[in-house]
């Protein structure tokens, strides 16, 4: 007897072939050139800084990181936005939509997210990128890796997840610029062959400095500017928009006024009676993590609390990864620390300073000791799940701030009011 997972999973190839053949048709007569952006994190924070580079040149795949989104994207749909209903709409409007719709930009720049087994291999072989820039490696949405391990197919789940990646250099024509900090991803680019390899290293940066609302980063002799926290790791998307700026001939933007930080990663907020937030809850994965643990170690602020929620989809290390972050946290020494969530409460906490911690299963709990503890002079900085992006927005000075928060749609509005939010 077939089981529910694979016949789930072979609908789902059949549905998203049947939306990629219409797609297919109208990314033909488009004909443009594809840059794809991909990692495990930090590609929507390059995304954003190549609509600096390029502008109205191209257009961008915002919102759209999977087979699906992809094809509903270079199609002008939307997509699935909270209807069951709506998929009746996709299914008809897909083939009418191919045969009169396409974009007109130079550019189509995608990200492309390598969540699922055979997904960015799905992706690749279609869309066969002039260039590819690949951000970093780790274990986000391990869960989804156990089986292949299990079935002997990989000796880690790191190195099934690098090997889902390395689908995108291997179909890319011209240039793979990568992270040469990753042993992973450079000892993978070290066996693809095709087109030309950058590798890219903190080597060049002189100077970092990050305040709660604004960040200052040199690489080489060229200092960037951005309004708000950037983690050190940015060097990597910067070196990455340089090198894709010297393929193409033309010199990197250094003015990034311009540029706009995505809802969730590393935002800054004026909070209620002078305290000052950070939100950074669109996702968590130790990778994320760990690069905004360092963030905030060398923001310059005092009284530094963080409130860290679950990571979540890390099937059988999930235990590990929790305890590892427990450490990470500890050695960190923030003045005070919040965690939300089972999986916090049973790994993370007994490795922490139990002085300085306390622990939640659900956010409003976290969110009734916030407003009662918070004396006005502290910076909170917020990461992870469990919808604590519904924690900030009770805590915002200005209500017209919550637009900027992410999962804003009236589904994840609901969730929250679920959980009291």
């Not at 900030?392 to 009236?410: F, M, W």
């Amino acid at each position: 007897m077939i089981s529910t997972a694979r016949v789930k999973k072979r609908l789902y190839l059949i549905v998203v072939r049947y939306f990629r053949m219409f797609a297919n048709i109208s990314l033909k007569r488009w004909k443009p050139r594809i840059i794809a952006v991909t990692g495990s994190v930090g590609k929507t924070t390059l995304l954003n800084l190549l609509e600096v580079q390029l502008g109205a040149r191209a257009h961008y795949s915002h919102n759209a990181n999977s087979s699906y989104g992809i094809a509903f994207d270079i199609l002008g749909m939307d997509g699935v936005r909270g209807s069951k209903l709506r998929w009746f709409y996709l299914f008809v409007a897909a083939p009418v939509r191919s045969v009169w719709f396409r974009h007109n930009e130079e550019f189509f720049v995608v990200e492309i997210d390598g969540e699922r087994p055979k997904e960015t291999e799905f992706l690749a072989s279609w869309l066969q990128p002039e260039v590819t820039l690949w951000v970093s490696v780790g274990r986000t949405h391990a869960v989804y890796f156990d089986g292949q391990v299990k079935a002997g197919l990989f000796d880690s789940v790191d190195e099934a997840i690098v090997h889902e990646f390395s689908y995108l250099p291997k179909y890319t024509s011209k240039l793979v610029a990568f992270n040469g900090e990753s042993e992973l991803i450079v000892r993978t680019m070290e066996a693809i062959e095709g087109a030309e390899k950058v590798g890219v290293t903190d080597a060049l940066v002189t100077d970092y400095k990050v305040w709660p609302d604004k960040t200052k980063i040199t690489v080489g002799d060229v200092t960037y500017v951005f309004n708000e926290p950037m983690p050190g790791e940015v060097y990597t998307q910067l070196a990455l928009l340089a090198e894709l700026a010297k393929y193409l001939g033309e010199p990197a933007v250094t003015d990034l006024t311009a540029y706009v930080q995505p809802p969730g990663r590393s935002n800054f907020f004026e909070g209620k009676n002078g305290v000052r937030l950070i939100d950074s809850t669109y996702n968590a994965h130790l990778i994320s993590v760990q690069s905004i643990i360092d963030l905030y170690k060398d923001m310059q602020t005092e009284h530094k609390w963080i409130v860290i929620g679950d990571i979540v989809e890390q099937g059988e290390a999930e235990a590990e990864e929790h305890a590892k972050l427990g450490r990470l946290l500890r050695e960190a020494e923030f003045e005070r620390y919040v965690l939300v969530g089972r999986r916090t409460q049973k790994y993370t906490y007994p490795e922490m300073d139990a002085d300085r911690t306390v622990t939640f299963l659900h956010p409003k709990d976290a969110l009734n000791y916030l407003e009662t503890e918070l004396a006005g002079n502290e910076t909170v900085l917020f990461k992870g799940s469990q919808y604590l992006e519904g924690v900030v927005e009770h805590l915002l000075a200005d209500p017209h701030d919550i637009a900027k928060l992410p999962r804003q749609e009236p589904a994840a509005k609901k969730r929250r009011a679920k959980w009291g939010l």
